[in-house]
């Protein structure tokens, strides 16, 4: 039997697609094999999975209101395409990066920030997001394709906003 912790692992540390593949084999394995090889196998699929850069490659379609852009690292309203044609309203914050903030002295570069994110989302015909967890306000952290081109990576190129330092 698959526990719910395994269930969480797998399919927060890997690609949905990949995950549905494991839970499949693991219910399979749960039948065949005792209890304890079974964990030790389920240990070792999760392991493998978290450390593997599949989740990297996993884009999910989006719909973002270019007016729900709030700066240059933080989309509200977001909503997200999962397989099986699930959908999810979330907030995006964009990773790797970090946008001036929309108050104070920094609200001019701020806003020429979001001016250009809100431009490319919104001539954009194919936005996508790679999904990389929560943070602790809630927000899906995300980057964000138009495309193949990578709009976290393009705004740290042309300097509307530095990298992201924990």
């Avoid at 084999?25 to 196998?41: D, E, P, T, Y």
Wanted: proline residues 2%; charged residues 20%.
């Amino acid at each position: 039997m698959v526990t719910k912790w395994a269930l969480t692992a797998i399919y927060g540390g890997a690609c949905n697609h990949i995950g549905l593949i494991a839970l499949g084999g693991l219910a399979s394995l749960g039948r065949v094999a005792s209890g304890a090889m079974s964990k030790f196998i389920l240990l070792f699929i999760m392991v493998i999975l978290n450390f593997s850069n599949a989740h990297a490659a996993c884009l999910y379609p989006v719909e973002i209101n270019h007016e729900n852009i709030y700066d240059g690292d933080t989309a509200m309203k977001t909503i997200i395409t999962m397989p099986f044609g699930i959908t999810k309203q979330t907030t995006l914050r964009l990773i790797e990066i970090d946008a001036p903030e929309m108050h104070g002295e920094t609200k001019g570069a701020a806003t020429v920030a979001r001016d250009w994110l809100r431009q490319e989302v919104k001539k954009c015909k194919s936005l996508a997001v790679s999904l990389f967890g929560v943070d602790s306000f809630g927000r899906s952290l995300a980057k964000l394709y138009c495309g193949h081109k990578n709009l976290n990576l393009e705004m740290l190129k042309l300097g509307l906003v530095r990298k992201y330092q924990k």
